[in-house]
């Protein structure tokens, strides 16, 4: 029973398994080639401006294999059970699409920006080689996808945390993590289509609970201003979320009867 029990588990979260899998092997490859061939192969698959201007658009799918530090080891578990919440959640064409929704998504919206700002003069020509490879638009965009299946009561603080903290973390206008703004709103604006009648187990919870600590992580990670903005704006979302619907239960309620029928004026008479 145990056994058949794992293989199920195992068969609901194969993309995510693939996935990590795939990843392990490139870190680990990379790793023992050394330094040199890392920083060839970052250079090669980054999303940045000289890349995709001279065509090179593989690298909306292959920078999603690469990591730039060498240490997946770090974090891979934690973006390992995010997307494992995603694919049980969504199934594995979902996970998918939402990922690359996040990863290819904010990877162009950015690149625009960029365009913009260096033909503007207010970024260097030289940040069209900036390095610009990983995960982290993808895992963000399913991080914001979550909104759905939270509860309703929470969802606005849900929303209002990550919100504030990605916020506070792109004040400094470093592009990937204006990045992750667009990233963590595009999974939101997916949400809204998603289906939001979903079971919390016991195992669930415990994902989402590594999921979001990675997440966190992601985008600010340990930052005081960028968790006293989440903070924040996750107390005045909440707030203004109850308010809400404190408001709309007081319209749609109907009015209780008062208990005295009608008198019809002409009876006695």
Known sequence: MALSNLRRGAAAVRVTAA???????????????GPHAR?????????????????????LIGSAF?????????????????????????RGRGLV??????????????AVGLVIAVEAGWLPVSIARASDVGVSYGAVCVLGALT????SRWRPAWVGWWLGIALIAASGLDFTAVGHVLALLLGIALSV??????????????????????GYFVLSGPSVPATAGGLCASLIAFGAGRAWRTRRDRYETP???????????FAYA
């Not at 060839?40 to 593989?58: D, P, Q, R, W």
């Not at 759905?148 to 509860?151: F, K, L, S, T, V």
């Not at 998603?194 to 016991?202: F, N, Q, R």
């Not at 009015?255 to 004026?265: I, K, L, Q, S």
């Open 19 to 33: 996935y990590a899998v795939v990843l392990c092997v490139v870190s680990l490859g990379l790793t023992a080639l």
């Open 39 to 59: 920083d060839v192969a970052v250079s090669h698959m980054s999303t940045n401006l000289h890349n995709l201007s001279h065509g090179h658009l593989g690298t």
């Open 66 to 90: 690469v990591d730039e530090g060498g240490r997946a080891y770090l974090w891979l578990p934690g973006l390992a059970c995010l997307l494992a919440l995603g694919e049980l959640l969504w």
């Open 97 to 110: 699409v939402t990922f690359a929704v996040g990863h290819i998504g904010a990877t162009l919206l950015v």
């Open 148 to 151: 759905a299946p939270i509860p």
């Open 193 to 214: 289509r998603a289906s939001s009648a979903h079971d919390w187990t016991p195992a669930r919870l415990a994902l989402l609970t590594v999921g979001a600590a990675f």
């Open 255 to 265: 009015a209780r009867p008062t208990g005295f029928a009608p008198v019809d004026e």
